[in-house]
């Protein structure tokens, strides 16, 4: 598992039914890694993972491990309500052929430090597997600090890398000097893509990679190499569309964005429901403006 560049946080492909559609989402696994993405994370929170049962998340893995044969490593996501059926989710997706873990806390339950450790504690130690923590304190109202993030390096060694979403790009400098080279830094938040690899992240975990691979491939690509000019030309253009990742509606933004540009389907499981009113309008501005302006990549 290499927790380096631009490893898309996929959507699920949904038929009108709401049953997961396999075949359009293995083509939709192919088609990033044939943008130069790095890996595949299935059931994420982008992709609706509280509305999957724990045999559509293992059926995902399957299929994008098959997807992506020897091309790129395949990471589950491991949010549960309990400690004992992450646990199990993590052990199936070994089983599945995942070759990583994104280790999430709890959906609901957000309590201190002394019991999320012990929480996401049992997820690393599940298994033998890479595992990415994820640190959204905005969404899941836990916070796992530097510190926190160290004391867990030091106690699980399989523990290899932090998704970090906290919004606050000092994050990502804290855990560089609590944590030297130890683990691998991404940006989780996709208008923060830029500032975060200036700040030292090795990889994105991307949404609107989903709908554009080649140009999030691109503007990673020129941040790393410190491409200046090249790296904020390229932001500027995407930022409208990038801050659509920072919303409650995220998933149905992302996804419309998608349906427009032929890359997926729009299709969502309530609760959620299609965009509407006012909020269709404003995504549909943005992307009518954003693909008059689309940079030629060459």
Request: hydrophobic share 50%.
């Amino acid at each position: 598992m290499n927790w380096t560049g631009v490893i898309p946080a996929l959507t699920t492909n949904f038929r009108s039914d709401g049953s997961i559609d396999h075949p359009a989402f293995a083509r939709h696994c192919r088609a990033m890694l044939d943008a130069g993405c790095t890996g595949l994370v299935c059931a994420g929170s982008l992709g609706e993972a509280a509305t999957l049962s724990t045999e559509e998340k293992i059926a995902l893995v399957r299929t994008a491990v098959r997807a992506a044969g020897r091309r790129a490593p395949v990471v589950l996501g491991v949010a549960s309500l309990s400690t004992e059926e992450a646990v199990a989710l993590a052990r199936a997706g070994a089983r599945a052929g995942a070759q990583g873990l994104m280790v999430l806390p709890p959906y609901v339950y957000s309590t201190d430090w002394r019991e999320m450790k012990a929480h996401v504690g049992a997820v690393i130690s599940a298994t033998r597997l890479s595992c990415m923590l994820y640190n959204n304190p905005v969404a899941y109202r836990t916070d796992f600090l530097p510190a926190q993030v160290a004391e867990l390096a030091a106690e699980h060694p399989n523990l290899a890398a932090v998704k970090e979403s906290s919004g606050d790009v000092r994050r990502i400098i804290a855990l560089r000097a609590a944590l030297g080279e130890r683990l691998s830094l991404l940006v989780g938040m996709d208008d923060a893509v830029v500032e975060g690899v200036r700040m030292g992240a090795r990889g994105w975990i991307a949404g609107l990679v989903n709908a554009f691979p080649r140009e999030s491939v691109a503007l990673f690509e020129a941040a790393v190499k410190g491409e200046v000019a090249r790296a904020d030309a390229l932001y500027q253009w995407f930022l409208p569309l990038l801050r659509m990742d920072c919303v409650p509606k995220f998933v149905q933004l992302i996804k419309w964005v998608q349906a427009e540009t032929g890359t997926g389907g729009a299709t969502v499981r309530p609760p959620r429901l299609p965009l509407a009113g006012a909020e269709l309008a404003a995504a549909r501005g943005t992307l009518r403006k954003a693909l008059r302006d689309r940079p030629r990549l060459g």
